[in-house]
């Protein structure tokens, strides 16, 4: 019963850490200090998402693609910023998938997916007159 709670514990410590090429690094929990930190680093992406959701249809895509290059850089420096590796590393050597990978495994942790509902159930309820 010890060595299955130890296998546990160990499976669980394991599920928040992954490498991003050969560094292993934490997937981290967004404490409020964190999230400060990063709401100040993401300055470009919702006016690049207003950008292709605006663009002319005969435009569309050469938009995308221009704005694939610069939200990259962006992602890259939440990344260095969320896993403490300097961006040039990221850059250089860490692949689109783990990049994508540690994105989706911060989400998780943090629930982000339940954290609009659960606001949402903090708001008044509409009053029907």
Same mark, same amino acid.
């Given at each position: =019963?010890?060595?299955?709670?130890?296998? =546990?514990?160990?499976?669980?410590?394991?599920?928040? %850490?992954?490498?991003?090429? +050969?560094?292993?690094?934490?997937?981290? %929990?967004?404490?409020?200090?964190?999230?400060?930190?990063?709401?100040? +680093?993401?300055?470009?992406?919702?006016?690049?998402?207003?950008?292709? =959701?605006? @663009?002319?249809?005969?435009?569309?895509?050469?938009?995308?693609?221009?704005?694939?290059?610069? @939200?990259?850089?962006?992602?890259?420096?939440?990344? @260095?910023?969320?896993?403490?590796?300097?961006?040039?590393?990221?850059?250089?050597?860490? @692949?689109?998938?783990?990049?994508? +990978?540690?994105?989706?495994?911060?989400?998780?942790?943090?629930?982000?997916?339940?954290?609009?509902?659960?606001?949402?159930?903090?708001?008044?309820?509409?009053?029907?007159?």
């Amino acid at each position: =019963m010890i060595d299955q709670l130890k296998k =546990m514990n160990i499976l669980k410590s394991n599920e928040n %850490k992954m490498y991003l090429h +050969e560094k292993k690094v934490d997937i981290p %929990k967004l404490t409020p200090d964190r999230w400060k930190r990063l709401f100040e +680093e993401v300055d470009m992406l919702p006016g690049l998402i207003v950008q292709v =959701m605006l @663009a002319p249809k005969e435009e569309f895509y050469s938009v995308v693609v221009s704005v694939c290059q610069l @939200a990259l850089d962006e992602v890259i420096e939440i990344v @260095a910023l969320l896993s403490d590796i300097e961006p040039e590393y990221i850059r250089e050597n860490v @692949a689109l998938y783990e990049i994508i +990978e540690f994105i989706t495994k911060t989400i998780q942790r943090n629930k982000l997916g339940e954290i609009g509902k659960n606001l949402k159930s903090l708001l008044p309820k509409k009053i029907e007159k």
